[in-house]
């Protein structure tokens, strides 16, 4: 079975950086998409961005310009740098994967098709 577990999250000030990454174990597929998810408490669940094995990447409008996704493929570590954070980019922070190729991008808003997800690191920022 396919594992992933974020680390990184932490408290910084408004206009700051954070870096986190993501371990998969068990993703010995050689085609697999994989994504960064947030949410704030009880609200609706909210995509990041999604890269797929290949490299190709996608964004949010939310934060597209200030976050950037990349991938390890050989080591399999998913990273998810951000910058210029804000007050609303404070939340719980998911890494998750799924196998196959072609679909991650179209699943950036539902999360349809990824089946392992880690636990979440918070990000929590301040003015």
């Known amino acids: 079975a396919v594992e992933v577990m974020e680390s990184g999250g932490g408290s910084v000030q408004a206009g700051g950086s954070l870096r986190l990454t993501c371990v998969a174990s068990?993703?010995?597929?050689?085609?697999?998409?994989m994504g960064w998810f947030r949410r704030v408490g009880r609200q609706e669940r909210e995509g990041l961005a999604t890269?797929?094995?290949?490299?190709?990447?996608v964004y949010a409008d939310s934060v597209k310009g200030r976050f950037t996704i990349s991938l390890d493929d050989t080591r399999k570590i998913l990273y998810l740098q951000m910058q210029n954070l804000k007050l609303e980019d404070t939340a719980m922070y998911y890494c998750a994967a799924g196998l196959g190729a072609g679909w991650a991008h179209a699943a950036l808003q539902s999360g349809i098709g990824f089946t392992s997800w880690g636990r979440g690191t918070q990000v929590s920022v301040s003015s």
């Open positions: 890269i797929e094995s290949d490299g190709s990447a």
């Open positions: 068990g993703l010995t597929y050689p085609r697999y998409g």
